[in-house]
T-cell receptor, first 115, second 115 residues
Framework: GDSVTQMEGPVTLSEEAFLTINCTYT??????LFWYVQYPGEGLQLLLK?????DKGSNKGFEATYRKETTSFHLEKGSVQVSDSAVYFC??????????????FGRGTQLTVWP | ETGVTQSPTHLIKTRGQQVTLRCSSQ?????VSWYQQALGQGPQFIFQ???????GRGNFPPRFSGLQFPNYSSELNVNALELDDSALYLC??????????????FGNGTRLTVT
């Protein structure tokens, strides 16, 4: 079935360091892919999305490219800030049959950025 | 436009009791779905409602039930609460029933603790 495997955390970086959080997926059909962010005590906020192969989603300096050949959607940011400290979730939206419209999430990666 | 709002924000119940959680969808959204997020985990799909009918369900027992009202607000009911039901319950809405590539917009969740 559809699933997402996400890099285990926690990840600790210094401010202005480069960030990569790996995400790979398994899916039937043509899923849409998302990154969500969760700040302490809050719900999920959509960070970026990509709806088809080779699409690049970007927002607030974060980027991720939908790679069908490697079934990946890695999150990157060139220079992280303290305010980026949060939990990041990779997710796919099912596109067929019983998976239609459902979001499948990875386990989340805790990012802590130190000044 | 108003976002997704959930109530209450926190709730403490005793094992065996019943609980009702509420969600108001984002304006113009006719599809609502519910997710359970256990501590340290990614959210898991419970079910989805479109035009007051359930149109998708995850791997949750029948004691998890829901309703969607004509104004597209929704309730999640859980009977015979168990300790493992302690989690953050997230409601999400969209304007595309089931399919489509639009992202889901989440509320801040209800934190349920079962003692």
């Amino acid at each position: 079935g559809d699933s997402v495997t996400q890099m285990e955390g926690p990840v600790t970086l210094s401010e202005e360091a480069f960030l990569t959080i790996n995400c790979t997926y398994t899916a039937t059909g043509y899923p849409s892919l998302f990154w969500y962010v969760q700040y302490p005590g809050e719900g999920l906020q959509l960070l970026l999305k990509a709806t088809k192969a080779d699409d690049k989603g970007s927002n607030k300096g974060f980027e991720a490219t939908y790679r069908k050949e490697t079934t990946s959607f890695h999150l990157e940011k060139g220079s992280v800030q303290v305010s980026d400290s949060a939990v990041y979730f990779c997710a796919l939206k099912g596109s067929r049959g019983s998976t239609l419209g459902r979001l499948y999430f990875g386990r989340g990666t805790q990012l802590t950025v130190w000044p | 436009e108003t976002g997704v709002t959930q109530s209450p924000t926190h709730l403490i119940k005793t094992r065996g009791q019943q609980v009702t959680l509420r969600c108001s969808s984002q304006s113009g959204h006719n599809t609502v779905s519910w997710y359970q997020q256990a501590l340290g985990q990614g959210p898991q799909f419970i079910f989805q409602y479109y035009r007051e009918e359930e149109n998708g369900r995850g791997n949750f027992p029948p004691r998890f039930s829901g309703l969607q009202f004509p104004n597209y607000s929704s309730e999640l009911n859980v009977n015979a609460l168990e300790l493992d039901d302690s989690a953050l319950y997230l409601c999400a809405s969209s304007n595309v029933p089931g399919g489509g590539q639009s992202p889901l917009h989440f509320g801040n969740g209800t934190r349920l603790t079962v003692t």
